[in-house]
């Protein structure tokens, strides 16, 4: 059973930083691609970044370029969002989604993450809260 667990959020003040950990279990982890996501209250789910964890080839949305970078820890079977220069309008909680690379479901580019609604494993989230 694929199970993911996000931890790192809380609380910082604009311009702060943070770095949240997906820690992945019960598959393969390089035979997969994982997304970090984040939904504000009355807002749509966003695709924030995602990585393929065989080569690391990494996708990152308008809004994280430039502050954010998703990195893999192949050893902790872990993928990391590091967050920079923060802003109130970053606050949501944060999922990471997992799927398997070969499926073709999801295809991760440095252009796009293509099929990022089509993630089928997910975790429970941590909030991510950035004051003005």
């Known amino acids: 059973e694929v199970q993911l667990v996000e931890s790192g959020g809380g609380l910082v003040q604009a311009g702060g930083s943070l770095t949240l950990s997906c820690v992945a279990s019960g598959f393969t982890f390089d035979t997969y691609s994982i997304g970090w996501f984040r939904q504000a209250p009355g807002k749509e789910r966003e695709a924030v970044s995602c990585?393929?964890?065989?080569?690391?080839?990494?996708y990152y949305a308008a809004s994280a370029k430039g502050r954010f970078t998703i990195s893999k820890d192949n050893a902790k079977n872990t993928v990391y969002l590091q967050m920079h220069s923060l802003k109130p309008e970053d606050t949501a909680i944060y999922y990471c989604a997992a799927e398997p690379s070969s499926w073709g479901i999801v295809v991760v580019t440095p252009r796009a993450c293509v099929g990022a609604s089509d993630f089928g494993s997910w975790g429970q989230g941590t909030q991510v809260t950035v004051s003005a």
């Open positions: 990585i393929r964890l065989d080569d690391g080839i990494s």
